[in-house]
């Protein structure tokens, strides 16, 4: 059996700032139909920032769809027809004020499968210099710095919850540990 399904008719349900949402009539693998209900997102980048002492940044944030604050490292949504990469270099200098000589691309993830279009691009960053923050007028945020063996036992306990912080820094210590040079 092929799994694929075949969209039959879209509505769009909701034209947001940030989100749209779509009701879809889709083809099931099998012939019969069913309604797919979705949230399409930009995308977004995120990186694991990590100074010549092997600390990384981090920063403490409000997140409102769950009232609490979110322990995460630097990260912010594309811009229409953005590089992710380009948007990674300019969202570390909004946020920690930092610019890196070295970059690895840390591939994607897809944080919510079930229902968002949602593609997050993750990276390294090394080799920081630092300069002034510029966070958007609406961005309150606390950064901070851990070395990075705390981030990875913070993130292994359960202390950092975030799928995004997660993902990239257990995929920056599996490069960091191949390539022997942190």
């Known amino acids: 059996m092929e799994l694929k399904e075949k969209t039959m008719a879209s509505q769009q349900v909701f034209d947001g700032r940030l989100l749209k949402v779509y009701r879809d009539e889709v083809e099931l693998s099998d012939g019969g139909t069913s309604v797919r209900e979705f949230v399409h997102h930009p995308g977004g980048v ?9 600390s990384v940044y981090l920063e403490r944030q409000f997140r409102y769809p769950y009232h609490k604050v979110v322990t995460e ?23 920690i004020g930092a610019s890196a000589a070295r970059w690895d691309a840390l591939g994607y993830i897809m944080p919510s499968v079930g229902y968002t279009d949602e593609m997050l691009y993750l990276y390294l ?10 966070l958007d007028e609406d961005e309150f945020l606390e950064p901070f710095k851990l070395p990075f063996a705390e ?20 995929r920056a210590d599996k490069l960091i540990r191949e390539d022997g040079n942190g």
Do not use: H, M
């Open 46 to 54: 995120a990186a694991v920032a990590i100074d010549k002492d092997g």
């Open 73 to 95: 490292i630097p990260a912010g949504k594309l811009e229409p027809g953005e590089d992710p990469f380009d948007a990674i270099r300019r969202e570390l200098r909004e946020e």
């Open 125 to 134: 960053a090394r080799d920081l210099t630092f300069g002034d923050t510029r």
């Open 151 to 170: 981030a990875l036992a913070q993130a292994a306990d359960g202390r950092i919850n975030d799928a995004k912080t997660l993902s990239a820094l257990f």
